[in-house]
């Protein structure tokens, strides 16, 4: 198994990996690092939770060396809160280089970002939108950009970022050198990278798409006007101490905070229409116990390197079954044990079945004393996989 210090990564660097105790490094790291050392672009397929941030913050570190004052390199994002992580991780790594970063994103005033741009930045972290802004403005200049890298593609894809991110690609030098994270690789990035990498390197750490092993999966097929009640129930006895409940839509997900909270128990909550110190709080309070609950959409959550989380509880069944594998990403990380439990009611049933064939097995059916159950298909992953494609012929 090789260390750090086997991945050909300067001394300044080896040095802050070791003050935060890290030795070994995962596999998207111990694959992808040699791969931009030798500065070639590179398409990274992760799931969050995998150590991806680091697999390109270190190398990028290493390869721009000790702080030169002007931007060198920009990391683009969908969210942020993972420009904020993102940014971390720099500063963490970064510190014996001296290197300095930006941290742009909307939602916030422009003058601290225009400030930090005009004290002289190594690395540029920025949400798509917040970065056209500014270039525009002429206030940030990518002429001296040497390393692109864009993270969480798919979700930029799936907010519809496409055309920012097109610009912004041949904003940059065409010399540079580009890598590409993404949970999926889709036809989309596909393309994308076409474009915008030149003869990639890719790194594919999926391991199909699984979950970690040391999750227990179950789900609740329960009446649909029976959920909230079944919710409750499930955080009353599963012994939580840490607790992300996903929801399909932003209503979704305010109706359920307020339901948790009517009974007694604070709720941080996440979705696209909190303001930037709403989701902060939100964040800083769940990081630090202040809240055992949150409640989250998809989008507002992807990315989040939230440790600790002891369960996970689908309160929609996700519509796309590898949301599902993300979601449930969150619990049972390093080794640890997580419990992931999905409430499903009759007219989701297709997309149930579509997660199962992904997983390859089917999920353990549990029942609560007092709620209405119904009786489903038993439909094996590959029975549910015939269904689906019999689905598709008769469209």
């Known amino acids: 198994m090789s260390t750090f210090s086997d991945l050909g990564l300067p001394e300044p660097v080896l040095r802050s990996l070791a003050e935060h105790g890290y030795v070994t490094p995962t596999p998207i790291q111990a694959q992808a690092i040699p791969v931009i050392m030798a500065r070639k672009d590179l398409i990274g397929a992760a799931q969050t939770g995998t150590g991806k941030t680091a697999a390109f913050a270190l190398p990028t570190l290493s390869l721009l060396g000790p702080a030169a004052g002007k931007p060198r390199c920009l990391v683009l994002v969908p969210t942020r809160e993972l420009a904020v992580q ?12 001296g290197t300095r ?6 939602g916030v005033g422009y003058g601290a970002q225009v400030k930090a741009l005009e004290e002289g930045v190594d690395v540029v ?12 403005q002429k206030i940030l200049d990518l002429k001296s950009i040497q390393m692109l890298i864009m993270d969480e593609v798919d979700r930029m894809l799936d907010m519809g970022f496409i055309e920012d991110v097109t610009r912004i690609v041949n904003y940059c030098p065409k010399d540079r050198q580009t890598l590409l994270f993404s949970a999926t690789i889709s036809d989309a990035i596909g393309r994308i990278a076409g474009w915008a990498l030149r003869e990639p390197v890719t790194v594919d750490v999926r391991t199909g798409l699984g979950a970690a092993d040391t999750v227990d999966h179950a789900i609740y097929p329960v009446d649909i006007f029976q959920k ?29 905070a307020e339901w948790i909270e009517g ?3 604070p709720v941080a909550t996440m979705h696209a229409d909190r303001s930037q110190s709403e989701r902060a709080a939100a964040l800083a309070g769940f990081k630090s116990g202040k809240f055992t609950i949150m409640v989250a959409t998809d989008i507002a959550s992807r990315g989040l390197d939230i440790r600790g989380v002891t369960h996970v509880i689908n309160y929609n069944v996700p519509e796309h079954a590898e949301d599902y594998v993300h979601r449930i990403g969150r619990t049972g990380r390093a080794s640890a044990e997580g419990e992931a439990f999905t409430l499903y009611s009759p007219d989701e049933m297709h997309h149930l079945q579509q997660i199962e064939v992904l997983l390859g097995r089917t999920i353990e059916r549990r029942k609560l004393e007092g709620f209405r159950y119904y009786s489903e298909p038993q439909l094996t992953p590959g029975s549910a ?9 008769n469209r």
């Open 86 to 97: 993102v940014d971390e991780n720099f500063q963490k790594y970064g510190k014996h280089f």
């Open 101 to 106: 970063t930006a941290l742009l994103y909307g």
């Open 125 to 136: 972290i920025a949400t798509p939108g917040r970065l056209l802004d500014l270039h525009e």
């Open 228 to 256: 909230y009640d079944l919710l409750l129930s499930l955080l009353n006895k599963s012994g939580y101490k840490s607790v992300i409940v996903f929801t399909r839509t932003k209503r979704d997900a305010d109706r359920i």
């Open 263 to 265: 009974h007694g128990t």
């Open 385 to 393: 996989k015939a269904a689906a494609v019999s689905r598709k012929r």
